[in-house]
């Protein structure tokens, strides 16, 4: 067993850890029993510092500026030329320096206790771990395509936490940083997305193929290795062409949401096209969009035509987020840690980026040819449904379940656990 420790700042730290549930004890660092005030104080803090930085970033000018100044300081630096980038930043110095108040000693004091290797998936909590003396092996495990130097410690090339990386370009990132063990795992996918002997990602993946090559322009140019991956494709799909769209952690980018209950109002209600709208853990999110739900006429296609995944609890949420990927074909996101969902064969659609982390992630997807940036929202209907007719997402569906990483949850717990 292991501990996999997260915050929630943000889905995507929950995200990574969720799917080391069978072999780790998932613990909250941010909200746990017992917590000091002074340390829940702290935490909340800096989760309500970026989600409100984060959303200013839709404000003009001035929530433009602010979000800019924040982003200076976990901006992710030019990868070339490849030169040391051990210097510590300022963000880096503000966090070491609450732990020299005792930040989150009450939290490794607990986990000292049965002292079983941790694996944080925030670099917060490996910071915590290291400095005041844990026990056990410390695992940090990187949750985009890209990292600054906020995610390596203040002195590196003395420390003992081993990075777990989703990508050949963080291995080299942080060894600029002066990291000294690094290893590849990829990103951990949910297994029940995966299914034993890739059973269940096969399944899903063979299905959606109809929906997002409606002319088989790209079915029948990779047919062969289509069938020897899959078996078969079928010529028509169970379900209307379903897109998912997820709303970031801390609401941002929601207007998008209600764009395309606008824009595709006409597809709903026909039942050509299905809207799964994730909003996540916040009821006033969900509420924002049953209210645009009932101007727009649309209340008789919920749960139908129109859906929206809605839990209070971090794993209800991710339950329902799951089972409803699964009937997905396109998934329309902000380039956070769902660009790694790629990998499940569905392609994806990035809204723009937040923050240079997400920069670096798009930059990833459509290097690698597993997502595309989304079009003018003003003409949506038109550059949309031509992609669609065209095959161009059906060509990154193929090339993420070709070329990505599927078992990193896997890898993970051989890297820790060495089995």
Same mark, same amino acid.
């Given at each position: ?13 929950? =995200? ?10 998932? #613990? ?31 404000? !003009? ?16 630096? =030019?990868?070339?030329? =490849? ?61 985009? $395509? ?22 050949? +370009?963080?291995?080299?990132?942080? +060894? ?6 690094? +290893? ?30 409606? /002319? ?17 494709? !079928? ?11 997820? #709303? ?5 980018? $929601? ?30 999110? +969900? ?47 902000? !380039? ?5 969902? $790629? ?15 997400? #920069? ?29 007719? /065209?095959?161009?997402?059906?060509e990154k569906a193929i090339e993420g379940f070709l070329e990505l990483e599927k078992l990193g949850a896997l890898k993970?717990?051989? $890297?820790?656990?060495?089995?």
């Open positions: 067993m292991s501990y996999a420790v997260y915050s929630m700042i943000g889905y995507g730290h929950f =995200r990574a850890a969720y799917p080391l549930r069978d072999f780790s004890e998932l #613990v909250r660092a941010d909200d746990y029993e017992g917590i000091p005030r002074k340390d829940k104080i702290l935490w909340k803090m800096l989760s309500s510092g970026y989600a409100s930085i984060t959303r200013s970033v839709e404000l !003009p000018l001035v929530g433009e500026l602010a979000f800019l100044s924040f982003d200076y300081f976990q901006r992710v630096p =030019r990868f070339y030329p =490849r030169r040391d980038l051990s210097r510590p930043n300022a963000a880096l110095l503000t966090i070491y320096g609450l732990m020299r108040l005792g930040f989150g000693k009450d939290l490794i004091r607990k986990l000292s206790r049965e002292p079983i290797p941790m694996i944080a998936t925030y670099f917060i909590p490996a910071f915590m771990a290291e400095r005041y003396s844990y026990p056990g092996e410390i695992y940090c495990l990187v949750c985009d $395509a890209d990292v600054a130097r906020t995610w390596a410690p203040l002195r590196p090339r003395g420390s003992r936490i081993v990075y777990l990386a989703p990508t050949q +370009r963080v291995v080299e990132r942080l +060894r600029d940083y002066g990291v000294r063990e690094v +290893r590849l795992t990829g990103f951990p996918l949910p297994m029940e997305l995966i299914g034993d002997d890739m059973s269940v990602l096969r399944e899903d993946f063979s299905k959606r193929l109809p929906n997002l090559d409606p /002319n088989r322009v790209f079915i029948d140019r990779y047919s062969p290795l289509l069938k020897e991956k899959l078996g078969g494709i !079928p010529e028509s799909s169970d379900h209307p062409l379903t897109i998912m769209f997820s #709303v970031g952690g801390t609401g941002v980018q $929601a207007r998008l949401g209600v764009s395309l209950l606008r824009k595709l109002a006409g597809e709903l209600a026909r039942g050509e096209v299905r809207l799964v709208i994730s909003v996540g853990v916040r009821r006033e999110l +969900r509420d924002h969009y049953m209210s645009w739900v009932d101007r727009l006429g649309l209340r008789e296609l919920l749960d139908h035509s129109i859906m929206l995944v809605f839990d209070p609890s971090p794993e209800g949420y991710l339950r329902k987020f799951n089972e409803a990927l699964r009937r997905s074909d396109i998934l329309w996101t902000k !380039p956070s840690e769902l660009s790694f969902y $790629a990998a499940l064969g569905i392609p994806i659609l990035a809204s723009e980026p937040v923050g240079s982390h997400e #920069v670096s992630n798009l930059r990833w997807l459509t290097k690698g040819g597993y997502g595309m940036a989304q079009g003018d929202m003003r003409y949506f209907e038109h550059w949309f449904f031509d992609w669609l007719r /065209n095959g161009y997402f059906a993970v717990r051989e $890297a820790v656990l060495g089995r």
